[in-house]
């Protein structure tokens, strides 16, 4: 029997042990939190129960451990230890009953109720009022020295001397490095266009900036951070709220949302309040932390050998459903990247019904030992994405087996290939059907050249072999057009039309169209902007290219190696000699009346696209940025806008005009 419990904890242990390594080191997940505090809880009560298999290394000895050997160690001074989590009330009504039997039935205490931000743990370590160091939280003892990367956060102040002057000379204060979900949004959209694997969700991309080699590259990355405690022997007031406030007035982003409350019923109200509210914030969360407001009743709680007494995390449940793999598609992406694709049995949840969940690559795969015919549990990952967390074992039946990833394109044929940085599997055939097609649609996007022609329009013309490549376009004929299954005179003129229009747009958009590898709309733009024409570009070398803004050795080395390719620039003469536009035209901007201004769009607008506005700023002088602040003049509301938005946009005071009132400004 005991052998059988001492298995049991080993096997929890190197479980804890390998999702720690997913979540901290590899910053990817391939179970639930729920899931993984499940297992830890598990183990905990078995430790306990059998004293005589304790071991020092235990997962419930310490937290996971994000350290990253490229960068140097730095002990804590302070142990950054994790929170107990709950998923239940009830388990609240028991932390808030061992509060009050420690201190006493009439004890006078208060809580803080804060939100539990879905980021990355960072403590910053101040002396005379200027940022010293940062610190990631690591194993709990020693974390990553980050502080160059930190510094590019714009929410974390250099010097803070410039606000006040009663700051302690040494102090830490801790928070979360997070990004927002709009700048993670855009982020994946970016990499897609470029031909990379969106990443998971935003902690997964926040933590991953952080830990970037070059901080100039996590500059770009816009993460954010918000501080909510702060350590010191010698801090300003005995209370934890009180000094979060102080905090604030030295220039800190302190969460606006944290609360004081005099009872465990205000803290389930605080709770039910968010778990609905929180859908509509910037950021993610992922549940509730409850803390005692006093210091000294802190201290006097103490810690067991991980986790504060005074303090617990509310985890709001993410809704999942169990329901059966059916099979696994692989999908070829327009630069060869493979995709493995779920398809389960149609299941309900959180409002729509779940056929298709995303598998990511082979070592998501292999680390949930997922096979045809399991009964597994999905998720959507920010609420969005459906994906498999994991499996239900004690379901398998005795005819499973291990599945077996693709070696092949599914497609054409060909040997997949994976380089040692890639994490999916690539088909390296540039004449493979889908990529062929999948070029053909990001050329014609609306980010591109906005060509009238849909998914099935691009098929039908590859199927009848009169496209081949983006170039075959331009010489479409009337007759080809009117030979597709509903076109008639009427459609196939407003392709041709569209064609012709397409010559107008401007190289950048033309550049971004070609589909080079790594390069989305905004590398597009810089390189248009850099370089000028087409030809400059295709005869760079690394050097060059690596001195223009945001471009890095990959992309550079990407472009070097796309007109490297005869087949590309045969294309691009094609290209040249049906009349794109391959350089930058000069233009004079069509009024300064907009000079200097700051602009932030959002909603959807009556008379113009987002980018057709865009453009109108830009002419007349204006700046688009993509988030409000302070320094934001004006906000260009149009419908539909949240109202997180809003009340940010009110908080500032900036001034909120419509798309009528723009066009007046600039009239």
Not at 35 to 41: A, F, P, S
Not at 154 to 164: G, K, Y
Not at 211 to 240: G, I, V, W
Not at 384 to 390: A, E, G, Y
């Amino acid at each position: 029997m005991k052998s059988e419990i001492k298995e049991k904890i080993e096997f929890l242990r190197a479980e804890l042990h390998r999702h720690n390594h997913n979540y901290y080191v590899l910053s990817t997940s391939v179970i639930s939190d729920y899931e993984y505090d499940m297992l830890l809880k598990e183990l905990a009560e078995l430790e306990t129960k059998y004293p005589e298999f304790d071991a020092p290394d235990s997962p419930t000895k310490r937290v996971g451990s994000d350290i990253n050997k490229e960068f140097s160690q730095v002990r804590h001074k302070y142990p950054m230890l994790s929170l107990g989590n709950t998923y239940n009330i009830g388990e609240l009504r028991d932390f808030d009953g061992r509060i009050r039997r420690f201190l006493g039935e009439n004890a006078d205490y208060q809580y803080v109720c804060e939100l539990k931000y879905d980021g990355t743990a960072i403590s910053l370590n101040y002396k005379n009022g200027k940022l010293a160091q940062a610190v990631t939280r690591g194993d709990g003892e020693q974390g990553d020295n980050v502080t160059d990367n930190a510094r590019t956060i714009r929410t974390i102040p250099q010097d803070i001397s410039a606000f006040s002057k009663d700051f302690p000379a040494e102090f830490e204060i801790r928070g979360e490095v997070l990004m927002p979900r709009k700048v993670f949004d855009n982020l994946n959209i970016e990499r897609t266009e470029a031909g990379e694997s969106p990443m998971a969700n935003p902690r997964n991309a926040a933590s991953g900036a952080l830990k970037l080699q070059n901080s100039a590259q996590t500059a770009k990355r816009k993460l954010d951070a918000f501080l909510y405690f702060m350590m010191s022997e010698n801090l300003p007031t005995n209370s934890h709220y009180d000094n979060l406030q102080r905090a604030k007035s030295w220039g800190f982003k302190t969460p606006d949302h944290t609360r004081r409350v005099n009872t465990i019923d205000e803290v389930f109200e605080f709770i039910n309040y968010w778990d609905t509210a929180r859908k509509d914030l910037e950021y993610d969360i992922d549940g509730i932390v409850i803390k005692v407001d006093d210091l000294t009743l802190q201290e006097r709680l103490g810690a067991t050998g991980k986790s504060p007494r005074w303090a617990i995390s509310y985890k709001f449940k993410a809704e999942e459903a169990c329901t059966k793999l059916l099979s696994v598609d692989f999908q070829v992406g327009r630069t060869g990247a493979i995709t493995p694709v779920a398809n389960l049995e149609p299941v309900q949840l959180a409002g729509t019904v779940v056929k298709r969940a995303s598998l990511h690559n082979a070592d998501v795969m292999r680390a949930l030992d997922v096979r045809i015919g399991d009964s597994v549990y999905v998720e959507k990952g920010g609420e969005i994405i459906p994906k498999i967390t994991r499996i239900e074992p004690s379901l398998r039946t005795a005819e499973s087996v291990e599945f077996q990833y693709a070696t092949h394109c599914p497609e054409c044929g060909t040997e997949l290939v994976r380089s040692d940085e890639e994490a999916n599997h690539y088909c390296p055939n540039p004449n493979c059907p889908p990529q062929i097609k999948g070029k053909i649609e990001h050329f014609v996007g609306r980010k591109a050249m906005d060509i009238n022609m849909g998914e099935a329009t691009v098929k039908a013309l590859f199927d009848a072999g009169y496209v081949k490549t983006i170039a075959d376009l331009y010489d479409l004929s009337r007759e080809q057009i009117l030979k597709l299954d509903g076109f008639k005179e009427k459609s196939a003129q407003n392709l041709l039309e569209s064609l012709g229009e397409s010559k107008l747009v401007p190289f950048e958009r033309v550049l971004f169209g070609i589909g080079i590898r790594f390069v989305g709309a905004t590398v597009a733009k810089n390189l248009a902007k850099a370089f000028k024409t087409i030809d400059n570009l295709a005869n760079a070398d690394l050097e060059t290219l690596t001195h223009i803004d945001e471009i890095g050795e990959r992309i550079a080395q990407s472009v070097i190696d796309f007109f490297k390719n005869e087949e590309n620039r045969i294309i691009i003469n094609r290209l040249k000699s049906a009349g794109l536009q391959f350089e930058i035209v000069e233009t004079e901007s069509a009024s300064d009346k907009l000079k200097g201004a700051s602009i932030v769009l959002s909603g959807t607008f009556a008379k113009h696209s987002r980018d057709e506005l865009k453009a109108i700023i830009e002419r007349n002088g204006g700046k688009n940025v993509s988030s409000v602040s302070k320094s934001t003049d004006y906000f260009l509301a149009g419908d539909k806008v949240g109202p997180s938005k809003f009340a940010k946009v009110n908080e500032f005071g900036i001034k909120i005009i419509s798309e009528d009132d723009l066009l007046e400004m600039v009239k």
